[in-house]
């Protein structure tokens, strides 16, 4: 079982659509997947879960209660049914979901909260893929700390990106006198588009930074947005080239691990 955090400070750089679309590779490919949604936007929740699920939402028992150990695991657990082309009924694949809530942001709450106890109802899973929010100290000390052996640090398309990664080294760093095993897996661009110039200079410049860049690009993509509003991930769509990335990256990703 390994357990990896999506993580970037900066908002909007792809942690919930990519944590999304490596999910379904992993289910397509027989693993069994646990996403833990740690922004109180509740963004993988939403795309995993239907609406008619919603007991996920404000009076239902949520990932917070699990954490602060007011709820067992089983009765927090979700779990994700897509459509996979070519069956009527919905199909259960293996992607479960710890849901959001929208307490995430209350710094009070999840101050003492301790993991350590719990780690073993992880065990079923063959990964745990974890959705950090874009700006929230106290889960981001509570996933480097406690939660992932790994970090992956998807990057939009632009020079703020590369800056903050500093920043982010430095947590890492910082963490892994807690969690000694912790490193970054790997970043990658989350919403490229070869077809503009500066994106290329970017790709060109990630290359020669750092030596943790996986060179495996998402495209921006209407596909990569499409299916996520519609709660499959591209993994069950027909063969393209967008899908292939996927699986190439997700492949990367497990060869680091
Ligand atoms: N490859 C892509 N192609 C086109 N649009 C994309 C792609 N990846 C992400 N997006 C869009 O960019 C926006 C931000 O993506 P996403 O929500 O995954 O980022 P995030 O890092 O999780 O954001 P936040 O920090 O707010 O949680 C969303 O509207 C998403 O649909
Ligand atoms: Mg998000």
Do not use: W
């Amino acid at each position: 079982m390994k357990k990896i955090g999506f993580f970037n400070s900066k908002g909007g750089c792809g942690k919930t659509t990519s944590l999304f679309h490596i999910a379904g590779v992993l289910a397509d490919n027989g693993m069994k997947v646990l996403a833990v949604d740690l922004d109180k936007q509740g963004d993988t929740t939403n795309a995993l879960l239907s609406e008619d699920e919603s007991e996920y939402s404000d009076n239902g028992k949520n990932v917070l209660d699990f954490f602060r150990g007011d709820a067992a695991f089983e009765d927090v657990v979700k779990k994700n049914y897509t459509k996979k082309i070519g069956c009527r009924k919905p199909t259960y694949v293996g992607i479960d979901v710890l849901p959001y809530s929208p307490k995430l942001e209350n710094q009070r709450l999840l101050k003492e909260i301790e993991l350590s106890d719990k780690m073993d109802d992880f065990n079923e899973y063959d990964f745990v893929l974890i959705d950090c929010p874009p700006s929230n100290r106290a889960i981001e000390k509570i996933v480097l700390e406690q939660l992932a052996d790994g970090i992956l640090v998807p990057m939009s398309s632009d020079l703020d990106s590369i800056r903050g990664y500093g920043a982010l080294v430095d947590k890492v760093d910082q963490a892994r006198e807690k969690n000694v095993n912790l490193n970054i897996l790997g970043i990658y661009m989350s919403m490229y588009d070869g077809r503009v110039g500066t994106q290329r200079e970017l790709l060109s410049l990630m290359r020669s930074s750092f030596d943790t860049f996986i060179d495996v690009q998402i495209p921006h993509s209407a596909a990569i947005v499409d299916s996520k509003l519609a709660g499959r991930p591209i993994s069950f769509y027909k063969k393209t080239n967008v899908k292939d990335t996927m699986e190439q990256l997700t492949q990367e990703i497990i060869n680091r691990l």
